[in-house]
Nanobody
Framework: QVQLVESGGGLVQPGGSLRLSCAAS????????MGWYRQAPGKERERVAS????????VYADSVEGRFTISRDNAQNMLSPPMDTLKPEDNAIYYC?????????WGQGTQVTVSS
């Protein structure tokens, strides 16, 4: 069974940092383009970052450009983006998935709350 499990979320003050992780099991994702998505309350899920298997093709949404860094470890199936300078508008549940996303791969996500 393929699983993507996100972790690392939490409560942080504006300007703070968090490091999320995505652990994959059930298959190798080493040749997939992977991405981080988020869904804020009342909004549609959006993709915020993506990285290909070579780690050279990296794309960020304008909303996180310069603040988020995406990385991956193909050997361990981990996808770990440090998120810096967090803002209240970053409040959301964060998910990892392939690109394009596969419905069966959505996990529970990890909640990020930015508040003073």
């Amino acid at each position: 069974q393929v699983q993507l499990v996100e972790s690392g979320g939490g409560l942080v003050q504006p300007g703070g940092s968090l490091r999320l992780s995505c652990a994959a099991s059930g298959r190798s994702f080493s040749t997939y383009i992977m991405g981080w998505y988020r869904q804020a309350p009342g909004k549609e899920r959006e993709r915020v970052a993506s990285i290909d298997w070579t780690k050279k093709d990296i794309v960020y949404a304008d909303s996180v450009e310069g603040r988020f860094t995406i990385s991956r470890d193909n050997a361990q199936n981990m996808l770990s983006p440090p998120m810096d300078t967090l803002k209240p508008e970053d409040n959301a549940i964060y998910y990892c998935n392939t690109i394009p996303a596969k419905n069966g791969y959505w996990g529970q996500g990890t909640q990020v709350t930015v508040s003073s």
